[in-house]
């Protein structure tokens, strides 16, 4: 087993917060997660054999659109993930300002 504590931001709410501890906790492999809403802390015990570190951040990433990891056992942490939909979208409400 390993275990892995991730500092996140651009939570704002503990319903919000819920949903990446649900998340996970359905995710087969994953032992335990629990997120501490206050510290923004998430702290996630999984099978090392059945998931990867990218897996846990991508499974972290679907649950909460715009969540950012900024910390990963206590190391400044590089997010580089970008929603495919978020061009879309700007382009969607660009284009009806323009009519």
């Known amino acids: 087993m390993k275990k892995n504590v991730y500092r996140l931001a651009n939570i704002d709410c503990a319903a919000c917060a819920?949903?990446?501890?649900d998340k996970?906790?359905?995710?087969?492999?994953?032992e335990s997660a629990s997120l501490n809403f206050m510290l923004m802390k998430l702290f996630v015990t999984?099978?090392?054999?059945?998931?990867?570190?990218?897996?846990?951040?991508?499974?972290?990433?679907?649950?909460?659109?715009?969540?950012?990891i900024t910390e990963?056992?206590?190391?400044?942490?590089?997010?580089?993930y970008v929603e495919e939909n978020t061009n879309i979208f700007k382009r969607i409400l660009f284009d009806r300002r323009k009519k």
Do not use: P, W, Y
Not at 18 to 21: G, N
């Open 24 to 30: 996970l906790n359905q995710t087969l492999g994953v």
């Open 18 to 21: 819920l949903k990446i501890e």
């Open 72 to 80: 990963k056992n206590n190391q400044k942490f590089e997010d580089t």
């Open 46 to 68: 999984f099978d090392e054999k059945e998931l990867s570190d990218e897996q846990i951040e991508e499974i972290i990433h679907k649950a909460l659109s715009g969540v950012r």
